[in-house]
């Protein structure tokens, strides 16, 4: 019985963590910002630093075709993440 507990306590503690992980991914690609610069934003926030987060400059975005900083050949790679991250 207390196996199970156990069990059942990990269990949520994942579950947890997943659905923590999942929001601040949504957070990211919401903001079209990559994850480092969404954890520094939070950790300066927490700590009462000024903070801004902006969304990627224009002239950054034509040095890089994807806004998460991946380069792609096809122009598809991130379109086909976000709808597998969807399908999930």
């Given at each position: 019985?207390?196996d199970?507990?156990?069990?059942?306590?990990?269990?949520?503690?994942?579950?947890?963590?997943?659905?923590?992980?999942?929001?601040?991914?949504?957070?990211?690609?919401?903001?079209?910002?990559?994850?480092?610069?969404?954890?520094?934003?939070?950790?300066?926030?927490?700590?009462?630093?000024?903070?801004?987060?902006?969304?990627?400059?224009?002239?950054?975005?034509?040095?890089?075709?994807?806004?998460?900083?991946?380069?792609?050949?096809?122009?598809?790679?991130?379109?086909?993440k976000?709808?597998?991250?969807?399908?999930?």
């Amino acid at each position: 019985m207390k196996d199970d507990y156990e069990v059942d306590e990990k269990k949520q503690a994942a579950a947890d963590v997943l659905f923590s992980y999942s929001k601040f991914a949504m957070a990211c690609i919401g903001n079209q910002t990559r994850p480092s610069d969404m954890r520094l934003h939070l950790m300066k926030e927490i700590s009462g630093l000024p903070t801004s987060l902006k969304r990627r400059e224009a002239s950054r975005a034509a040095t890089s075709p994807d806004p998460l900083g991946e380069s792609s050949s096809s122009g598809t790679a991130r379109l086909d993440k976000v709808d597998s991250f969807r399908a999930l």
